[in-house]
């Protein structure tokens, strides 16, 4: 029988006696009832004798009324037997969060598994605590347990605010500002990266529910938002940072690819093309060197799939891959490819580094990861999802060409010995790999506990949302690496059960595909049509800035402007991937005054951030144009 269960039926049989009690002048017993009343009452914090001083109010009662003493105390009984009643109608659900009302107290009841629950009381003197432990600069604030929802309800009052239960919550308390993570596990990261967008530019605070038991299920939750909250500030700065570059790439690579239409393959005419066939994708993590001597006797039966920074590894150890994929834009990833003939199909994304694809003497099959890209190949159909890792890529590949089994080589996840990269990629690679000092617990699939990166944690959840979104790749994947972290959605496999049998490969040849027409001049023609418009909204921003002051009225006006122009489907497709950080920012500025601050000062501050934002778009597409200009002379 449950606490719950037992705690009711110990009451219903107290309540039948109460009356009987009273009626034979049996203080002594009945004194003993109120402190079991302040006993089961004080764990929920719901009925009116909870406290020593309810119990001194009670025995000035008995003095003067013994009749009503008793009546006081079954009234108490009867609340408290309802009480548990409704809670006991929970007892067969686990992993709950149900909050209720009782008189003037905001309850919830935390129910983890089956016999182990708590209560929560939250009142305003522990809001008061809470909100005594926020930075007075602090903007946004993403709480991690609902309780009753009055502290998510006061905080929404002053902070711009995201609440995430690690528990299921009732339907009816669920919305866009309070999440259940237990029922969206399997799409959080994306869930919740894309909530995170609404917090860039904000000063934001992750917090612990105050009252909450420090559980597993909370402390992982922690640990995966501060992680997926960090990984969006990366994602968001690496875009800052590479964005206009990819644009620059893009443009030079789809006039590379003008002259070389003979080379082209369309990725649209691989898909499926090698159902029945197994596939290795090689990444540069440390088990990389114990695979070497398997991939030399196994290369021939399997396809290999070689991410960039591998190739030389393998070529130095007369291992040649099947095909060689590339995404990054930067010149650390041109690196890779120096000092090496490379005559294999190079798959790519469009906003490579253009020396790759120059520096490729085989076959060229480019695809399509953004909206610049996919009206520069308007030949190609597919549309890749960008991925944060080449590998990711590499396996999203792998999967479209439809192979059996696609195994993974030296995708550790996790550091061996402090080290990230394999001994060998580390010597041919410009940097030692990204490190971080905080380092996260993980299993590893020879069932010991590993240490990783955020980065690489990061990458690790990344597989989860590449399963969840292709149907039948968790069937496929096979992890190769024993002291790699473990991919849950991934069979293990130890190098030993390499197949080496030898396969007929199938020849990619050259297919001559009608209307490989590169539209440069049409796209780019769309980025300078933008300028005029950039322009004419400049020279306003600037003169109401160099005001001291502006006005609602004033500002209202310029958000007309502005909202006019971000809404242009051109601008959201083509332009505001050059600024997104800025203009998230802006955007959410622009959300907390006017819910919050609404103050000249800060009316000021976003105006400036938008002027400061449309020169950037000024300069970012003029120097696009050069870059394409000098391209093609």
């Not at 902070?159 to 239960?165: A, E, G, K, N, W």
Request: one cysteine or more; hydrophobic letters at 40%.
């Amino acid at each position: 029988m449950s606490q719950l269960k037992q705690i009711l039926d110990e009451l219903h049989g107290i309540s039948k006696q109460v009356i009987l009690l009273a009626e034979s002048d049996a203080s002594d017993i009945l004194d003993e009832i109120v402190e079991m009343i302040r006993l089961f009452g004080e764990k929920i914090q719901s009925n009116g004798i909870c406290t020593p001083e309810h119990v001194l109010q009670l025995q000035a009662i008995k003095q003067e009324n013994k009749q009503l003493f008793a009546n006081v105390i079954y009234d108490n009984l009867q609340l408290l037997i309802t009480e548990y009643e409704s809670l006991l109608a929970m007892e067969n659900q686990n992993q709950i969060v149900f909050p209720f009302r009782y008189h003037e107290n905001e309850m919830a009841l935390v129910k983890q598994h089956e016999n182990n629950h708590y209560f929560v009381n939250e009142t305003i003197m522990e809001f008061e605590k809470l909100q005594a432990r926020i930075s007075e600069d602090t903007e946004a604030i993403i709480l991690l347990g609902y309780g009753s929802g009055m502290f998510h309800a006061e905080l929404l009052k002053q902070y711009h605010v995201l609440t995430i239960d690690p528990l299921s919550l009732p339907a009816d308390v669920k919305n866009d500002t309070v999440l259940s993570f237990n029922d969206s596990k399997d799409a959080s990261k994306t869930l919740l990266q894309s909530k995170f967008q609404s917090f860039i530019g904000l000063k934001t605070e992750v917090i612990k529910h105050p009252l909450y038991e420090d559980t597993q299920s909370l402390l992982e939750l922690l640990k995966l938002v501060r992680n997926y909250l960090s990984e969006s500030r990366i994602d968001l700065t690496t875009r800052k940072v590479y964005t206009e570059s990819w644009y620059q790439e893009s443009f030079q690579n789809a006039s590379y690819l003008k002259e070389n239409l003979d080379r082209i393959i369309t990725i649209d005419s691989l898909k499926h093309q090698y159902k029945g066939s197994h596939a290795l994708m090689i990444a540069g993590g440390p088990s990389l060197e114990d695979a070497i001597p398997y991939l030399q006797q196994a290369q021939h039966a399997y396809y290999i799939i070689a991410i960039g920074q591998t190739v030389k590894v393998l070529f130095d150890h007369e291992i040649r891959p099947d095909f060689v994929i590339s995404i990054d834009a930067g010149e650390a990833n041109a690196h890779f490819f120096q000092d090496i003939e490379l005559d294999m199909p190079l798959v790519y994304s469009l906003q490579v580094n253009h020396q790759i694809p120059k520096r490729a003497n085989g076959l060229l099959i480019p695809y399509a990861d953004a909206q610049l890209t996919q009206d520069l190949l308007t030949f190609s159909k597919t549309v890749f999802s960008t991925y944060p890792t080449v590998a990711l890529a590499a396996v999203a590949f792998a999967n479209y060409l439809d192979f059996d089994s696609i195994g993974l080589i030296g995708q550790d996840l996790a550091l061996r010995e402090g080290e990230y990269y394999s001994a060998s990629v580390k010597e041919v690679s410009s940097t030692d790999g990204q490190f971080n000092k905080t380092l996260y617990d993980i299993p590893l699939n020879n069932g010991e506990m590993g240490k990783t990166t955020p980065v690489l944690f990061g990458f690790l959840t990344s597989y989860q949302s590449l399963i969840k979104s292709h149907g039948g790749l968790s069937e496929k994947l096979i992890n190769y690496a024993e002291q790699g972290a473990l991919i849950k959605g991934a069979s293990y496999r130890s190098l030993e059960t390499l197949q080496t049998k030898s396969i007929q490969k199938r020849k990619l040849e050259k297919v001559d595909a009608p209307n490989l027409n590169i539209p440069i001049e049409y796209v780019q023609g769309m980025l300078d049509s933008v300028l005029d418009r950039l322009q004419t909204l400049a020279k306003r921003l600037h003169r109401i800035t160099q005001q001291k002051a502006v006005t609602v009225d004033e500002f209202e006006k310029m958000l007309r402007d502005w909202d006019a122009m971000i809404e242009a489907p051109s601008f959201r497709t083509h332009i505001m991937p050059l600024q997104l950080v800025n203009l998230l920012i802006i955007q959410n500025k622009i959300k907390f005054h006017n819910r919050y601050n609404r103050t000249s000062a800060m009316r000021l501050s976003i105006l400036l951030r938008m002027f400061e934002a449309i020169q950037e778009l000024e300069t970012q597409l003029r120097t696009i144009k050069r870059t394409y200009v000098e391209t093609i002379t």
